[in-house]
């Protein structure tokens, strides 16, 4: 597999921290859609005279890593039940829980909610819909 530490960049300020190509504003996935698109090497260093061949290998083998990266965390999160908290771009954050923790939480949320609260809750949706607003706090004090 290409080596692409060098190759591969991730900036803030550059592509919304998505990763480039040695900081340019190309990106990874740029190269993977070119690709898919059937465009050959060729084809994509004639369009963007600034990539190399070896440009194109390192998001080839960056994308490799990174779906690797993600099959592992897939694995850890469902041996140990235990939720992976995931950072991404601007500051946002995911949380990557197993079937079975997500089972637990729909579990607990069925527990939590009566008839009498999800009937609440689905005419406030259904005013909503309608154009009217309603907040949080005057669902609570509603009596439907």
Known sequence: MAEYQSIITINPQICSGKPT????????????DMLANKMSFTDIIEDF???TEEDI????SYAADAQLDFENLIEQVTLTN??????????QTAVLISEAMWEEIQERMDTMFTAE?????AKAM???QQGQSISFEELKCKNY
């Open 57 to 60: 290998l390192a998001a080839l």
């Open 21 to 32: 190509i040695r900081g340019m504003r190309i990106s990874v996935y740029d190269i993977l």
């Open 117 to 121: 609260d999800e009937a609440a809750f």
């Open 82 to 91: 235990e939720p992976i908290f995931i950072s991404g771009n601007n500051n």
């Open 126 to 128: 259904q005013e909503k």
């Open 49 to 51: 005279p600034e990539l």
